[in-house]
């Protein structure tokens, strides 16, 4: 038995991944904003003898901890990248190609999208379902037929 694969949650993947980085970068922002908030207050003629070095401290590892995954899972996100590229350059039709490519690699909003290639919101969506009915054939040549999400032998 094999499950069918859900077309549009396997070509947001990759943007779900692009999301949880800026996430934290944005982390990694506010804490060296607070560290340095913080060291320029230590600099300061009145310092506060409640400096808690050791959150310092701790602020620094968690940086460092966050900078790691952000490297981790932008590799992750590269080869998600080159995998939905791959995918979407199989279909025939350009229009389609640089809708999902904009789209499901680059990460672009609908709007940014439609006023890129001059075309109306019905139509980028209309080419985009279009698409994902080829990409679903793509992804699951055996299920034809099938409703998503339904499980399907294969003999």
Known sequence: MSKRINTKKYMKRGYELHRAIE???????SIRAFLYDATVSLDEEHVSKTCNVSSMGDSVVQIIQLEEEIKKDMTQLAIIQRETAAI?????NMTMRSVLTKYYVCFKSW???????????KYGFNVHA???????????????GTPKGEVTANE
């Open 111 to 121: 709007d940014t999208i439609r006023a890129e290639m001059h075309i109306s919101r």
């Open 130 to 144: 279009a698409a994902l009915t080829q990409i679903d054939a793509i992804l699951n040549p055996s299920c034809r």
């Open 88 to 92: 979407i350059n199989r279909l025939d």
């Open 23 to 29: 996430i934290k970068k944005e982390q990694v922002a």
